[in-house]
């Protein structure tokens, strides 16, 4: 039973560009939520897909966006980068919907660089 | 608004020692969800446990422990007879009426041999 996967593990990009990042939900999940991780801090909450819509977000600029298909994957997509974006980018799936019972199961990340 | 403090920034102890790592949260919702995780050098954070905001009663889990105390609103976990592969940094998270993942800042557990 394959674990939350994320692609690229990482990645290097230039400010001002623009970059997608992806994930695909444990088996029988089918929620999916994003956080930013900085060094040397707790991770911070970006937003969380349910039923291919935007369901809650966290205090992030418009740059960031997300979508999810119909088979429960997500990605996050970030424009105008700045080199405050640089972080490790969490994906984390549970099952349930808006259930908020279920403990929310992580992927290894995205480790972004913006020079 | 939610908070979560875990005022140990970085432990060290000598293997077999035991550790008590602390986490602080606050919450004005009377429902909510206490969470532990531990995210190793590879980065992938690992769940551990869950509890509710009416399940009071203190959970063992092998070396692991947990002490849930409401009244001073603190979800403390023990590491007992402490492993080199313990070494970790441990995450405090809340959970409350939306589904968001509140964090902690956490802690940074170094095993010596």
């Known amino acids: 039973d394959a674990g939350v996967t994320q692609s690229p593990t990482h990645l290097i990009k230039t400010r001002g560009q623009q970059v997608t990042l992806r994930c695909s939900p444990k088996?029988?999940?089918?929620?999916v939520s994003w956080y930013q991780q900085a060094l040397g801090q707790g991770p911070q909450f970006i937003f969380q897909y349910y039923e291919e819509e935007e369901r809650q977000r966290g205090n992030f600029p418009d740059r960031f966006s997300g979508h999810q298909f119909p088979n429960y994957s997500s990605e996050l997509n970030v424009n105008a980068l700045l080199l405050g974006d640089s972080a490790l980018y969490l994906c984390?799936?549970?099952?349930?919907?808006?259930?908020?019972?279920?403990?929310?199961?992580f992927g290894p990340g995205t480790r972004l660089t913006v020079t | 608004a939610q908070k979560v403090t875990q005022a140990q920034t970085e432990i060290s102890v000598v293997e077999k020692e035991d550790v008590t790592l602390d986490c602080v949260y606050e919450?004005?919702?009377?429902?909510?969800?206490l969470f532990w995780y531990k995210q190793p050098p590879s980065g992938e954070l690992v769940f551990l446990i869950r509890r509710n905001s009416f399940d009071e009663q203190n959970e063992i889990s092998g070396r692991y422990s947990w002490n849930f105390q409401k009244s001073t609103s603190s979800f403390n976990f023990t590491i007992t007879a402490s492993q080199v592969v313990d070494s970790a940094v441990y995450f405090c998270?809340?959970?409350?009426?939306?589904?968001?993942?509140?964090f902690g800042g956490g802690t940074r557990l170094m095993v010596k041999p």
């Open positions: 984390a799936s549970s099952p349930g919907g808006r259930i908020r019972a279920y403990e929310q199961y």
């Open positions: 998270a809340l959970r409350n009426a939306g589904n968001m993942l509140t």
């Open positions: 919450t004005r919702d009377t429902t909510y969800y």
């Open positions: 088996s029988g999940h089918d929620t």
